[in-house]
Structures are given as C-alpha cells and as structure tokens.
C-alpha cells in the first residue's frame, strides 16, 4: 500500500513569515490532494494536482507535485492566524479510488 | 448547496454494542466513501459505494459494514464495538466514484468515542 510521509510533524510560525510542507510518497505519485482540518473537524479541500511539475495557489498557498521525486510541497507566504490547523496530504493508487494520507502537519501561527 | 453532511455528530458508545453512522453526500455525487480517523494520524480508508455498489474496502474486520441506499445517502455500521473504534468517521462525496481527477468532500465527521 501507498505511504505518505509528512515533515515536519507540526511547526510553529511567527505571523507574517512563510512556511513550507512536505509529502513524500513511497510509491510513485499518480496525483495528490491537499486538505486542512481543525482538530476535531473534517477535512476541508485545498488543492488537487494531477500531473507532474503542475503548481497550483489559491490566496497565499502553493503546491507544487514533483512525480520524479515522488513528492509535494505546499507553501503558505504570509501566515496568518487563520493558517493555524493540520494539513493533510493524500494520494491515490495507480488504479485505486481510495486515498491514502499523511499522518499531518500541525501549523501554529504565533501573533 | 448543502455539502456532506454525517450524524450524529458525536456519539458515546459501550463496548460491544452496535453503532450506525449517517452521510448524505452533496446533491448530485453517486460516491460515497467513509474514512476511520484516529487521533494524531492521517484518516484510513474503509469503503468506497458507488452507485449502491460496494466498490472498494479497506483492511478493516467484517464488524465494519456499509450500504448506499437509492437516494446515494449512505450508512456505515459496526458491531461489537471495541476501545479501539473510538475515532472521528469521516464521510467523502464525489461525482464519479472511482475515477481519479475529481475532487473529494468531506463532512465533519462522526466522533464515537467506546468507553
């Protein structure tokens, strides 16, 4: 089975600064989705990204799918208190409908 | 538009009793897929229905069950509950089932706590 790693585990980030997470799968990427969600709360989508090299932002996020390193990043420029949750990577398999995900990211925006 | 939307949302439960959790997926998406959360890890997938069709399952015991009714809303089950259930059951909703390049939806989740 697919497995997403995601690092750092969690951050904390003065406001204003930028930050960076990263997914890194075990197998090859046939595409990823980016989510966020509260603690407690469901996944809210952020982005998806079908095919290699594709970069998408939306506001002050980017996320960029790298297929031959077999990995994505996301990008928050900014951070604002509302940045503050857990950020979740998750990807299909090759002919798979499921989504596998990361264990996280959990993004503190000090003030 | 409505999105997905699961009940109850929260629910306590004693262990080795049955639960049914509820997902009405957004108007218009024939897929439903249900995802276990347990704290601090990613959500893990345990069934996809599409078209009221059992489509895919995860590695999850056969105490986990699911249906699709004819209005594409959906109910997963699970009996004789254990500690380890205890978890925030996620619903998703998609237009096409399993077909990748469509965007899944999220409801808030169930939170079942089995004490």
């Known amino acids: 089975s697919q497995e997403l790693e995601q690092s750092p585990q969690s951050l904390i980030v003065q406001e204003g600064k930028n930050l960076t997470i990263n997914c890194t799968s075990s197998k090859t990427l046939y595409g990823l989705y980016w989510y966020k969600q509260k603690y407690g709360e469901g996944l809210i989508f952020l982005m998806m990204l079908q095919k290699g090299g594709e970069e998408k932002s939306h506001e002050k996020i980017t996320a960029k799918l790298d297929e031959k390193k077999q990995q994505s990043s996301l990008h928050i420029t900014a951070s604002q208190p509302s940045h503050a949750g857990i950020y979740l990577c998750?990807?299909?398999?090759?002919?798979?409908?499921?989504?596998?995900f990361g264990a996280g990211t959990t993004v503190t925006v000090r003030a | 538009d409505a999105g997905v939307t699961q009940s109850p949302t929260h629910l306590i439960k004693t262990r080795g009793q049955q639960v049914t959790l509820r997902c009405s997926p957004i108007s218009g998406h024939k897929s439903v897929s249900w995802y276990q959360q347990v704290l601090g890890q990613g959500p893990q997938f345990i069934f996809q229905?599409?078209?009221?069709?059992?489509?895919g399952r995860g590695n999850f015991p056969d105490r986990f069950s699911a249906r699709q009714f004819p209005n594409y809303s959906s109910e997963l089950n699970v009996n004789a509950l254990l500690l380890g259930d205890s978890a925030l059951y996620l619903c998703a909703s998609n237009p096409t089932g399993p077909v990748y390049g469509y965007g899944y939806t999220f409801g808030s989740g169930t939170r079942l706590t089995v004490v």
């Open positions: 229905y599409y078209e009221k069709e059992e489509r």
């Open positions: 998750g990807a299909p398999g090759e002919n798979d409908y499921k989504l596998s």
